[in-house]
């Protein structure tokens, strides 16, 4: 009880996982430096990783990778993911307005 293994799952994550958030001014500004930043990663890779700020945007490049993390593992943690996530669903709940052993609700009140 209150171990490790009462921890939700997370979700599990795949060998590499790009992330790219983008600040501009306007929309268009935003689209401009997409394409740009587009552009950064597929020249440098995995090795993208950037911080920048200019005068009408701005945008942060972040890459995590997991040499350990096949396509197959990915699978079987996705897998025991979601089948914690529907049990958790399923579980029942015990509603804390009503007394458990008595079946009554607040103030002695049976529902």
């Known amino acids: ?4 293994d009462d921890m939700p799952m997370s979700p599990p994550r795949r060998a590499f996982e790009l992330t790219i ?3 501009g001014d306007t ?3 935003v689209l401009r430096d997409l394409l740009d930043t587009a552009r950064h990663v597929e ?4 090795q993208c990783n950037s ?3 200019g ?3 701005n945008h942060i490049v972040d890459v995590r990778v997991d040499p350990d993390m096949t396509h197959d593992r990915y699978v079987d943690q996705l897998e025991a993911y979601l089948a914690e996530q529907l049990a958790a669903e399923c579980a029942p709940t015990l ?3 009503q007394s458990p052993d008595r079946g009554e609700g607040p103030e002695g009140v049976t529902p």
């Open 27 to 29: 929309w268009r500004d």
């Open 55 to 57: 005068y009408s945007t």
């Open 1 to 4: 009880m209150g171990g490790l």
């Open 21 to 23: 958030k983008i600040g």
């Open 43 to 46: 020249q440098h890779g995995p």
């Open 95 to 97: 509603d804390h307005a």
């Open 51 to 53: 911080v920048s700020g």
